[in-house]
């Protein structure tokens, strides 16, 4: 059973900068961000695999949000900037075992296993 536990959540203007982590109680091929706003689905936000060479983003977030991993300190960090009121929301860290991954196939939550419990993001205007 893989345990994760996100950190790094907060409250911000619109043009701040967060840094989000999830520790990971064993290392996985795959580990993901996604989101949660009240009423709607759960996005994918990011993706690393493959010994963090390869990523994936939504594009909404392309260009202002990086993940990236320290596998030494088994974490998952989601580096976000140029934040947005539409950017907020309940953030999950995400873990599978999948090892082959395409654009149409990263976003889909039903394919990871285990999941944290999420941290707040708040971005005011």
């Known amino acids: 059973q893989v345990q994760l536990v996100e950190s790094g959540g907060g409250s911000v203007q619109t043009g701040g900068s967060l840094r989000l982590s999830c520790t990971t109680s064993?290392?996985?091929?795959?580990m993901a961000w996604f989101r949660q706003a009240p009423g709607k689905e759960r996005e994918g936000v990011a993706v690393?695999?493959?010994?963090?060479?390869?990523?994936y983003y939504a594009d909404s977030v392309k260009g202002r949000f990086i993940i990236s991993q320290d596998n030494a300190k088994m974490a998952t960090y989601l580096e976000m900037n140029s934040l947005k009121p539409e950017d907020t929301a309940m953030y999950l860290c995400?873990?599978?075992?999948?090892?082959?991954?395409?654009?149409?196939?990263?976003?889909?939550?039903?394919?990871?296993?285990?999941w944290g419990q999420g941290t707040q993001v708040t971005v005011s205007s």
């Open positions: 690393i695999y493959n010994g963090a060479r390869k990523t």
């Open positions: 995400a873990a599978s075992l999948g090892v082959a991954w395409n654009t149409f196939t990263w976003p889909i939550a039903t394919r990871y296993s285990y």
């Open positions: 064993q290392l996985t091929y795959t």
